[in-house]
Nanobody, 121 residues
Framework: QVQLVESEGGLVQPGGSLRLSCTAS????????MAWYRQAPGQQRHLVAF???????NYADSVKGRFTISRDNAKDTVYLQMDSLKPEDTAVYYC???????????????WGQGTQVTVSS
């Protein structure tokens, strides 16, 4: 079965950086668009960024210029580099596999277990 395993998140001070990774198994990784979502307490899960099979990226306005999504098809892994972190970035971050039509992303029901990122001094 499909498994998406995220790396451990952590506690980061405002302005700091953190890199998340997500390694996939049970699917042909290179065929899927990969994405990161996040969910803050009491809120819905929101799309943060996605990267297509060919490496084209798309970001939510709230993270544009601060976060970078990338993928390594040889390692079946997608990354999320988070810089200039703010307290409002605090959330559980989830990895997802899906598809896109260049501007929109459509998630399949393939989710990681989630990893907590807390930005606080």
């Amino acid at each position: 079965q499909v498994q998406l395993v995220e790396s451990e998140g952590g506690l980061v001070q405002p302005g700091g950086s953190l890199r998340l990774s997500c390694t996939a198994s049970g699917l042909i990784f290179s065929l899927y668009v990969m994405a990161w979502y996040r969910q803050a307490p009491g809120q819905q899960r929101h799309l943060v960024a996605f990267v297509t099979n060919g490496g084209t990226t798309n970001y939510a306005d709230s993270v544009k210029g601060r976060f970078t999504i990338s993928r390594d098809n040889a390692k079946d892994t997608v990354y999320l580099q988070m810089d200039s972190l703010k307290p409002e970035d605090t959330a559980v971050y989830y990895c997802n596999a899906g598809y896109s039509n260049s501007r929109n992303y459509y998630p399949y029901d393939f989710w990681g277990q989630g990893t907590q990122v807390t930005v606080s001094s």
